[in-house]
């Protein structure tokens, strides 16, 4: 029968005697293996002493579905707007249920403009602060969210279209 032994992600080895399929932990330095105590260890050490080897881990290839997990962590990190007035710097969330409220300030200022009030003032409230904006405010803090989001998206399908996709994709190098 055949026997095998593979390194898991998890600091442990599985190991198949020819009969059974054991999961051992284990653990790594360089090339020397710490066995653990007790009859298992001991099945595992003479096999691996007879000879055979334990194959190093090899984490499995990203996805283009890990992209895009990482893109949308990456886009519901919000980004600081500086208001040119007392208001100062704020942090603006853009989680994936903040973008629905999003959704609603700009229809709202949106009209307003249309109508010609593009002055008239509404209330936000980042960070647990509420501040008021004026229309032409809002669509300022859009331009920004641009700013912040296009380049997230961008990187992401540059990423997506690489075969293979990098092992490191999750590295601000590929996405800043």
């Known amino acids: 029968m055949t026997q095998s032994a593979n390194f898991t992600q998890f600091n442990s080895v599985i190991f198949n005697d020819g009969t ?56 519901a ?30 229809k709202v200022t949106q009209a307003m403009i249309g109508l010609g009030a593009g002055t008239t003032t509404i ?9 008021t904006i004026t229309a032409y405010e809002w669509q300022q803090i859009l331009l920004a969210a641009a700013q912040f989001r296009q380049p997230l998206w961008f990187a992401s399908f540059v990423l997506q279209a690489m075969t293979p996709i990098p092992a490191d994709y999750k590295n601000d190098s590929y996405w800043l």
């Open 77 to 106: 990190l919000g980004f600081d707007y500086t208001f040119s007035d007392a208001r100062g710097k704020i942090h603006i969330h853009t989680s994936a249920a903040d973008m629905i409220g999003w959704d609603d300030v700009t």
């Open 123 to 131: 209330q936000i409230q980042p960070e647990n602060t509420e501040i």
């Open 20 to 75: 059974n399929i054991f999961n051992i932990p284990v653990t790594k330095t360089g090339n020397t293996i710490n066995y653990p105590d007790g009859d298992i260890g001991g099945k595992l050490k003479a096999w691996v002493d007879a000879g055979n080897t334990i194959t190093d881990y090899a984490a499995p290839a990203p996805t283009v579905d890990d992209v895009v997990k990482e893109r949308e962590r990456r886009l």
